[in-house]
């Protein structure tokens, strides 16, 4: 078992996901230890989901879970990035392939990624 | 000025790294607003050090500073992506480009990066 320093981020880890073949950052989240055992018995991305205070299998409500093909562990012990497959195209709650969909352009906010799906018809709010 | 949501992490916002050519994760830190202002301002990558409680002018002491081409914002406001020319080639305190230089292998981390400079001689320690 790897040991990561989950004390220092009081009990839990970042974690960013990377497409595994294009190499786009697709979001950020956090890891508690459970979490990080579940990725790693799985090889599904799972997540300490902090709004909700529970654990996050990604996709789980909208399929588009995450296949793990590698994970990196940063020099600090407290971060980990995961190449991941992205299943259904878009990491985004929002429906985008990447959270990261709108870039500083100026002194405002311009969407430059593909809305993939609405997020009305898949989580039907 | 963009505003992006301190307050969720007690201040601060995560910061990706990622190299703007090669599409590598270099590293993940943390802004204050003051870092956030700085690295627009400035287009050189600031962050807040959580360790020595400063601003972190990325590479003042190394010489690898890291001049930002883009920057993305997540659905949130929380976590911002920079994409960067990270000068000197190492964006890890190690000496490695990447801070991610280790990967899972089984029960193991196993270092696949390359070391670019002794942090003795960089750093003096």
Known sequence: M???DFPKQGGLVTAVAQ????????????MNEEAWRHTLATGKATYWS????????KGESSGN?????EICV???DDTV???VVQHGGAAC??????????KVSG?????????LFDPKEVYGK
Chains 1, 2 share one sequence.
């Not at 294009?22 to 979001?27: F, I, N």
């Not at 902090?50 to 299998?57: A, D, G």
């Not at 879970?65 to 093909?69: D, F, L, M, W």
């Not at 002194?107 to 809305?115: A, D, N, P, S, T």
Request: aromatic share 10%; net charge negative.
């Open 2 to 4: 790897i040991e990561l």
């Open 19 to 30: 497409d595994a073949d294009t190499g786009d950052v697709l979001m950020v989240a956090y």
């Open 50 to 57: 902090r709004s909700r205070s529970k654990l996050w299998v």
């Open 65 to 69: 879970t995450q296949e793990v093909k």
């Open 74 to 76: 940063d020099c600090d």
């Open 81 to 83: 990035l995961l190449k």
């Open 93 to 102: 709650h929002e429906g985008y392939r990447s959270c990261f969909f709108r």
């Open 107 to 115: 002194e405002e906010l311009e969407v430059v990624g593909e809305r």
